[in-house]
């Protein structure tokens, strides 16, 4: 037999053709033998050969034991190839996206720096125009407050708004202010 690799279907076709040409041999030979010591050493070379079947049926089948073993191994490792070579790939996209999606983030950093930038500015102005009201409604009513503090302690404030404290005969006084002035009556 030679040592070229068979398939166990070619190995078992090949043994049924030894066993039905052992059988027609048996055949043969019980029909044409003579004696029981023919048919005994017929029966022991029908055993030898039964027994020769069954070692190269053996053979056989570990052979394609090993030739499966082998087979599933390789598709195996090419699986697993072909799963690291798809995650690669994966990786290599996932990267690409977030690289993207820093610089979309980045852009998008800039943009609120600038609007928020004019809201400041505006928030800015507001506040200006607040501080300008505020420091016009103080100017309005400081002169109400200082009428109303004027018309309770008139002695204390009349000299100070441009008036003269003018005393009656009586002793009472009060704060007098010129509407025409006496050195504006002599022309």
């Known amino acids: 037999m030679s040592e070229t690799p068979r398939s166990p279907a070619q190995v078992i076709n090949d043994l049924s053709d030894q066993v039905r040409l052992l059988r027609q041999d048996v055949a043969v030979l019980t029909a044409t033998a003579t ?14 050969s039964v027994k020769e079947a069954q070692d190269r049926s053996a053979k056989v089948l570990d052979a394609a034991e090993r030739v499966i073993d082998r087979s599933y191994q390789a598709n195996l490792q ?8 798809a995650v690669a790939g994966l990786q ?24 928020s930038g004019g809201v400041f500015a505006l928030a800015g102005g507001l ?30 404030f009349c ?29």
């Open 35 to 48: 004696s029981k010591k023919e048919a005994a050493a017929l029966r022991a070379a029908v055993h030898a």
């Open 78 to 85: 090419a699986a697993r190839d072909g799963a690291a070579k």
């Open 92 to 115: 290599d996209e996932v990267r690409q996206a977030a690289n993207r999606m820093r610089l979309e983030a980045l852009k998008g950093s800039r943009q609120a720096l600038y609007w």
């Open 127 to 156: 506040v200006a125009l607040g501080a300008l009201l505020g420091a016009l409604g103080h100017f309005w009513l400081q002169g109400r407050a200082d009428a109303r503090a004027f018309g309770e302690h008139p002695g204390i």
């Open 159 to 187: 000299e100070g708004a441009g008036g003269t404290v003018v005393t009656n005969d009586d002793g009472s006084s009060y704060c007098a202010f010129w509407i025409t002035h006496p050195s504006q009556l002599r022309k």
